[in-house]
């Protein structure tokens, strides 16, 4: 068989202008998307915090009944806080015992970064009762 007689057939496929249409049609409407997806993004971000404060809950409730009082100290009371987002790790909050007291404990968890970018920073607070409050939304 000689080389003329062979056809080249055509294979149906995209061109590069119709997938680059199809990649700023997809990019706008990511972007129109994005705002309505924010406050469910921070939701998820908190989650951190709370379960983080209520780690430290359970902790200074153990160092309580080992001590009979609570514990200003995190390495006391056994927790030890994650390598923060902007020094490489994974955490986004600083956890923090704020108040101790013969009869009490309170801890805050507070965001390294502004999530929507307003401002402000995020801070969660737990007490003995286990009083889960956010004291400044984000």
């Known amino acids: ?3 003329n007689n062979l056809t080249i057939r055509k294979i149906p496929a995209f061109s590069l202008t119709e997938l680059l249409i199809v990649l700023v049609i997809i990019g706008i409407l990511v972007l129109l998307a994005l705002p309505n997806l924010m406050p469910l993004i921070s939701k ?3 989650t951190e915090a709370k379960v983080q404060l209520g780690h430290i809950y359970t902790l200074e409730r153990s160092y309580f009944f080992e001590y009979s009082n609570y ?4 390495g006391a009371i056994g927790f030890e806080q994650e390598k923060l987002s902007d020094a ?5 909050y600083v956890i ?3 108040e101790t007291s013969a009869t009490g404990f309170k801890a805050t968890a507070t965001a390294i970064k ?3 970018s307003d401002g402000i920073f995020n801070i969660w ?8 409050v ?3 939304k984000d």
């Open 114 to 116: 502004d999530f929507d």
């Open 1 to 3: 068989m000689s080389p």
């Open 96 to 98: 923090e015992i704020t």
């Open 125 to 132: 607070e737990i007490d003995q009762d286990k009083n889960l």
């Open 44 to 46: 998820a971000r908190s």
């Open 71 to 74: 514990s200003a100290d995190l």
């Open 88 to 92: 490489g790790g994974q955490a986004n």
């Open 134 to 136: 956010e004291t400044v």
